[in-house]
């Protein structure tokens, strides 16, 4: 099993940045594809950006295109979101996950996540 840890997450006002990352225990985090969940008080945990075992493929939510990056350093075994132009909505806990799935497969259920971050977004 994977062990991830996020780190980045904090207030920020509208129209700023934040960049999250997540360092993974596991030494062949390269197997892994890798992704963002985030959760807002109320609402379900849903998918950000997604990014696959060499970084050639990202994928996002249609709410972050555009703002979000996300990035990975296999010799690092971290993966990045970098956010730009936040908006209140953005705010949420960021969740790193990893999982052995293939690429183009759904992003519904990932097998490791991490324990969250906080993204307070301030308007």
């Known amino acids: 099993q994977v062990q991830l840890v996020e780190s980045g997450g904090g207030l920020v006002q509208a129209g700023g940045s934040l960049r999250l990352s997540c360092v993974a225990s596991e030494r062949t985090y390269p197997n892994y594809r890798m992704g963002w969940f985030r959760q807002a008080p109320g609402k379900e945990r849903e998918f950000v950006a997604g990014?696959?075992?060499?970084?050639?493929?990202?994928r996002y939510a249609d709410s972050v295109k555009g703002r979000f990056t996300i990035s990975r350093d296999n010799a690092k075994n971290t993966v990045n979101l970098q956010m730009n132009s936040l908006k209140p909505e953005d705010t949420a806990v960021y969740y790193c996950?990893?999982?052995?799935?293939?690429?183009?497969?759904?992003?519904?259920?990932?097998?490791?996540w991490g324990q969250g971050t906080q993204v307070t977004v301030s308007s």
């Open positions: 990014i696959s075992r060499t970084g050639g493929s990202t």
């Open positions: 996950t990893a999982d052995q799935k293939s690429f183009g497969s759904d992003w519904v259920s990932p097998t490791n």
